[in-house]
Every structure is written in structure tokens, then in C-alpha cells.
């Protein structure tokens, strides 16, 4: 088990930048599928990004080529840089972990869950 903590939400302006960071605490880190998903009011919750322990990344098709989710093992931390922001992705963002490898985008499959930070886009 792993205990996550997100942090970077905030109010931005579309087409700009936001970066989100999870810590967690636990030895087993490297050894975790990490990710996040999203739900926004009255919306199921969404697959955002994951990435496997050999560094390999899965994106929802929304966000490809605009958001990229990383890890440094070294610091138990696992970030996701959003850019070219919309309106549409103003959700509140949840840090997720999976024991093992992975390449799963629903949400029940991620065991251990962050509290959630909140990200608004302008218009």
C-alpha cells in the first residue's frame, strides 16, 4: 500500500499550464503503476495518464500530446504536466497507484487513491 498526496491544482486561463505532484509514502514505489484520473461535476470518473515501472506512459485520447505524466523513484513522486489547457479538463485530478504492472485505465483496478486537487480552466 502506498499513501498519496497531490498537490499544484489551481485556477488557470485556457491554453495555459498546470503541474500536479503526488507524493508517496512507501517502499514499494518503483514497483507501482502510477496515474491519474479525473471526474468533473455530474461526470463519471475519467482515465487521465498512468505509468508502468519500466517508465512506459498510457494517455486517455484527450489529453495526448498535451499532458505528460512522469515519476522520479528517487523521491516517491509522481508528476503530471498539463499544457494547452481547456475548459473541458477543469475536473478535480486524483493521484492513483497499482501494485505491479499495469496498463489498465479503470478505475477500480487502482487500489489506492490520492484526496484529489482541484483544477478550474478560465474561458
Known amino acids: 500500500q502506498v499513501q498519496l498526496v497531490e498537490s499544484g491544482g489551481g485556477l488557470v486561463q485556457a491554453g495555459g499550464s498546470l503541474r500536479l505532484s503526488c507524493a508517496a509514502s512507501?517502499?514499494?514505489?518503483?514497483?507501482?503503476?502510477m496515474g491519474w484520473f479525473r471526474q468533473a461535476p455530474g461526470k463519471e470518473r475519467e482515465f487521465v495518464a498512468a505509468i508502468r515501472p519500466n517508465d512506459g506512459t498510457t494517455y486517455a485520447d484527450s489529453v495526448k500530446g498535451r499532458f505528460t505524466i512522469s515519476r522520479d523513484n528517487a523521491k516517491n513522486m509522481v508528476s503530471l504536466q498539463m499544457n494547452s489547457l481547456k475548459p473541458g479538463d477543469a475536473a478535480v485530478y486524483f493521484c492513483?497507484?497499482?501494485?505491479?504492472?499495469?496498463?489498465?485505465?479503470?478505475?477500480?483496478?487502482?487500489?489506492?487513491w490520492g484526496q484529489g486537487t482541484q483544477v478550474t480552466v478560465s474561458s
Open positions: 512507501g517502499r514499494t514505489f518503483s514497483s507501482y503503476t
Open positions: 492513483v497507484g497499482a501494485s505491479g504492472f499495469s496498463y489498465s485505465t479503470r478505475a477500480f483496478e487502482y487500489g489506492n
